[in-house]
């Protein structure tokens, strides 16, 4: 005989409960003939190792998946070496699509803050070179924070809140967002975030205002240059066409 008093809220009394015999325990074997979909074993025979289809079903494919960007990301990196041409200097270091690979990349390289002076980081949407002359950079333009030498910890965190904000697609026109660059110099890093199209004034004046939301610059102001401004004169000559 065999005890089915217990329920989900607790035990009933012995004398509430049915008992339900058992029955010829040679009849057990046919009772018994498929489990969740899977043929027993019978006689003396013993299970070395679990089926393929049981190891399967209990696998959590959550956790075994990694979690996809919206865009592949290039990694740049440019070195100063007068010997060469600033392309010649230019070096694709990889390239990630996922949000456990980008974490890869960024643990793996040094922080702005250890560059060298003249040293750069850009992080770019896939096909788009970090130089003006590209075809989805030419009529675009950057928006540009200048941040102070003497704080490190604060330049590497600039840098890494800003690649988050831009991969993750927290901007609100991030379609028109093409890449981020670090410049390492002497006086100041210059943080900047590149969009496509310097006319799209509606966008434009969007991502600047979510850049100093989501980045909590405060009173600090960022401005934005046009390339093709850039182009022709050079550090504090270029004109800013927007400050915020």
């Not at 110099?185 to 939301?213: F, P």
Request: proline share 3%.
């Amino acid at each position: 005989m065999v005890y089915t008093g217990y329920v989900s809220n607790g035990l009933q009394n012995a004398e509430e409960t049915a008992w339900v015999p058992y029955g010829d325990p040679n009849d057990w074997s046919h009772g018994l003939a498929v489990y969740d979909g899977l043929e027993l074993m019978s006689g003396n025979e013993e299970e070395l190792q679990p089926s393929l289809n049981r190891v399967m079903k209990n696998i959590d494919y959550d956790l075994a998946m990694k979690h996809p960007l919206e865009h592949t990301w290039t990694l740049w990196h440019l070195e100063n070496d007068r010997t060469k041409r600033w392309a010649e200097m230019l070096v694709d270091v990889t390239s990630f699509n996922t949000v456990e690979d980008f974490f890869s990349v960024y643990y793996f390289v040094k922080p702005p803050s250890d560059l060298k002076i003249f040293n750069d980081y850009m992080v770019f949407k896939k096909n788009i070179r970090p130089m003006w002359e590209d075809d989805t950079n030419k009529n675009g333009g950057r928006w540009i924070l200048l941040l102070d030498k003497a704080s490190r910890t604060y330049i590497d965190k600039m840098w890494h809140d800003l690649l988050l904000c831009m991969i993750g697609e927290c901007f609100q026109h991030s379609d028109e967002i093409c890449g981020v660059v670090i410049n390492v110099r002497n006086k100041a890093n210059k943080l900047s975030l590149w969009t496509k199209d310097s006319r799209n004034v509606e966008a434009i004046l969007s991502i600047g205002r979510q850049i100093k939301e989501l980045l909590h610059l405060g009173i600090m102001e960022i401005q934005y240059q046009v390339h093709k401004d850039a182009m022709v004169n050079h550090g504090p000559n270029v004109n800013a066409i927007y400050t915020l």
